[in-house]
């Protein structure tokens, strides 16, 4: 089966999608999954229903693609949408039994933090997988392993200039696809 | 197991010039923020088998072709009423299940065991749960619980809508109580 580039961008794959390509598909699914399941574990803070979230919205996603407009937007954020949806959906068919009021200030992030931190993990997620393996590696090593760079370089078994230069050439690259979040 | 962020200058080492120091630290920043993206387990390392005419069907057609088509599909896929796996029901009449997968296939046969199925689920005689509980549907192979295809709430003759995005060959269907491995009910395999 072609695998789709992964430079396509990603309102051109949804367009492809809605006319039941199904490489496209596959593409999107890899580009986003690990997004998608990222924002359904942060809001619905469950794995199981997580899990379920992430295939209902790509089964939503294979279903309306082709009623993404892109002149409205790019794909991200109409994924995203879609995603949020589903997981509000997950979210709502949870039984959970009435709480008390809070005695206390509630010291989490108000709704708006929140959603404002969830874009934000949406976004550098899905920018972490159009990074190559190689930079995303270093990358995930360096910030999520608790590895240091010279037990990174151990691990992968290359210098640690090796790494510090791929870490250097990720972060850059990964700058520049963040380019809206960081103006 | 990482405990902190790492330390950006010795990610990159001390020959950046400032202006792209500061503009890998805005990044740095962003990583810090967002966490780790989760890993997906193997079995959504693939995206659901979303072809044919199976995903595609809108939510209202595959319920009107879930109550209309019930009888053929059951008959289609061998999925028939549920036994009770509870023996000592004192002869109450037992809980039944029984599923409808509205599109079988037969014009599509590459397609007929995977994908993404719309299914009704029809549960008759279990008891309702206290408030907050709720049962939980699984697919299942070798009799073992493999995946979750959701929870919902069962009061009298209840109809449970769902998605199946699996491939369905040599799998089977059970039912929890929802936080519980006991099988309350379960199919024979497709």
Redesign the interface.
């Given at each position: 089966m072609p695998r789709v580039s992964e430079r396509v961008s990603d309102g051109d794959l949804i367009q492809r999608v809605g006319t039941g390509d199904r490489s496209a598909f596959e593409a999107l699914y890899r580009r986003f999954a690990r997004p998608v399941l990222g924002l359904a574990l942060r809001r619905l803070g469950d794995r199981g229903r997580a899990e379920d979230a992430l295939q209902e919205t790509f089964t939503s996603v294979w279903r309306s693609a082709s009623t993404y407009k892109p002149e409205r937007g790019p794909g991200a954020p109409w994924l995203y949408a879609v995603a949020r949806n589903a997981i509000v959906d997950r979210g709502r068919s949870r039984a959970e039994a009435p709480a008390d009021p809070p005695e206390e200030e509630a010291i989490e992030p108000g709704p708006p933090e929140q959603a404002e931190a969830a874009w934000i993990s949406w976004r550098v997620h899905r920018a972490l997988e159009e990074l190559p393996e190689h930079e995303r590696t270093v990358l995930e090593l360096a910030y999520w392993s608790g590895l240091s760079q010279s037990e990174v370089a151990t691990f992968l078994d290359i210098p640690l200039g090796t790494v510090k230069t791929r870490t250097r050439s990720a972060l850059a690259r990964l700058a520049g696809i963040l380019e809206e979040e960081l103006q | 197991?990482?405990?902190r962020?790492?330390d950006l200058r010795?990610?990159?080492?001390d020959d950046?010039p400032p202006d792209?120091l500061a503009?890998?630290g805005?990044?740095?920043d962003?990583?810090?923020?967002?966490?780790?993206?989760?890993?997906?387990?193997a079995e959504?390392a693939?995206?659901?088998q979303?072809?044919g005419s199976v995903?595609?069907l809108?939510r209202r057609r595959w319920r009107t072709i879930a109550a209309l088509a019930a009888a053929l599909a059951l008959a289609a896929f061998g999925i028939g009423w549920l036994a009770a796996a509870a023996r000592d029901s004192g002869g109450e009449s037992l809980p039944k299940v029984e599923f409808r997968v509205p599109m079988q296939g037969t014009g599509a046969a590459p397609h007929a065991v995977a994908g993404?199925w719309p299914m009704a689920m029809t549960v008759r005689g279990l008891p309702s749960l206290p408030?907050?509980?709720?049962y939980q549907l699984w697919l299942t192979e070798d009799g073992k619980l493999i995946a979750?295809c959701?929870?919902f709430?069962a009061e009298g003759e209840t109809v449970v809508y769902l998605?199946a995005?699996f491939r369905l060959r040599g799998k089977g269907w059970a039912v929890t109580r929802e936080g519980s491995k006991q099988l309350l009910m379960r199919t024979s395999t497709i």
């Open positions: - | 197991m990482t405990s962020p790492p010795e990610l990159v080492g950046v792209e503009r890998l805005r990044v740095h962003l990583l810090v923020q967002a966490g780790p993206p989760p890993e997906l387990p959504l693939e995206p659901p979303a072809t995903s595609v809108p993404n408030a907050g509980e709720r979750s959701g929870t709430h998605n995005p």
